[in-house]
């Protein structure tokens, strides 16, 4: 492992999963219980936003009953002491990495805990419920949403999300299906430009045919064996 000097992570629900919170596509999983173009598109929130609103409100009160697990500190300890560049990025919208310690974490499909005001379109830090329309804390107009990414829109920091995949030496999917783009689109990026590609997951995701190797398993026991294999050389 010694000649890898740029690393990117991405991330899904399945390094949550162990801390309690549901993954989207697993039986019993949050789209078995919610219909997605009720609570995940642009247009279900025009047509319903008392349900949207309560759908996130609720997830975001969850989050103060969960803890990081075994593998969000094995990324925050690589992020410590792994000499060379490291991008993680993650699909979740909870904030496990940052309480596990990781400080640099890009959320490609935003955070429970972030607001997006729809009338001046700045985000900002949000604990509270939205149900009761509460002001924008920068405009005072009370439009705020979930800042999410919802099916349609676009993810954040795509441009240098890219520019990271394609200079890395080992691209690591962690705990991801693989069903939605442009995420699951990354492994065939990192492996075009010439990286060696490493699943790790419960299942198979559904690229998992372009991945260099795939270790199946439980994110809490794969993620610190993977990084102490880094960190110990
Ligand atoms: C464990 C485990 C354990 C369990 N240990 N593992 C082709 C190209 C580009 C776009 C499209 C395309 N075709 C269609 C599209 C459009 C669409 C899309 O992908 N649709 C698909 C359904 C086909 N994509 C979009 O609309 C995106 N925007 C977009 O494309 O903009 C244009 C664009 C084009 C080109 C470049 C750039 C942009 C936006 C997608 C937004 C997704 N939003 C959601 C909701 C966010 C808010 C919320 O949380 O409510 O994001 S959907 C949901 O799925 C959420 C997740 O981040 C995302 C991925 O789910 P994830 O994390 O993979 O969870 P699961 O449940 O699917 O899987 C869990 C995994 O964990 C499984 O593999 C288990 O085995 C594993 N696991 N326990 C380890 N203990």
Redesign the pocket.
């Known amino acids: 492992m010694a000649e890898i000097a740029r690393i990117v992570i991405l991330t899904?629900?399945?390094?949550s999963?162990?801390s309690g919170i549901d993954?989207?596509?697993?039986a019993g999983?949050l789209w078995e219980q919610h219909r997605v173009e009720d609570v995940?598109t642009p247009e279900g929130f025009a047509r319903n936003p008392d349900l949207v609103l309560n759908f996130y409100d609720m997830r975001r009160a969850a989050l103060a009953r969960v803890a990081p697990n075994a593998a969000h500190l094995a990324l925050a300890r690589l992020e410590r002491e792994f000499a060379g560049d490291l991008l993680l990025v993650t699909?979740?919208?909870d904030d496990l990495h940052e309480r596990g310690g990781s400080a640099r974490v890009l959320h490609m499909?935003?955070e429970l805990k972030s607001a997006l005001c729809q009338a001046c379109g700045m985000r900002s830090r949000w604990e509270q419920a939205m149900i009761d329309r509460p002001p924008c804390p920068v405009c005072q107009a009370r439009a705020l949403r979930p800042d999410?990414?919802?099916?349609?829109?676009?993810?954040y920091q795509?441009g240098r999300i890219y520019q990271a995949l394609a200079a890395c030496d080992l691209f690591v999917s962690i705990?991801?299906?693989g069903?939605?783009?442009?995420?699951?689109?990354f492994v065939a990026e990192a492996r075009d430009a010439g990286a060696r590609c490493l699943e790790l997951?419960?299942?198979p995701?559904e690229g998992s045919h372009l991945f260099h190797e795939t270790r199946l398993g439980?994110?809490?026991r794969l993620v610190p064996e993977w990084v102490e294999e880094v960190l110990g050389g």
């Open positions: 899904g629900a399945g390094i999963a162990e993954t989207f596509r697993a999983g995940a699909q979740n919208v499909h935003g999410v990414v919802w099916f349609g829109e676009m993810p795509m705990g991801t299906s069903a939605v783009y442009p995420a699951a689109g997951n419960l299942e995701s439980a994110a809490s």
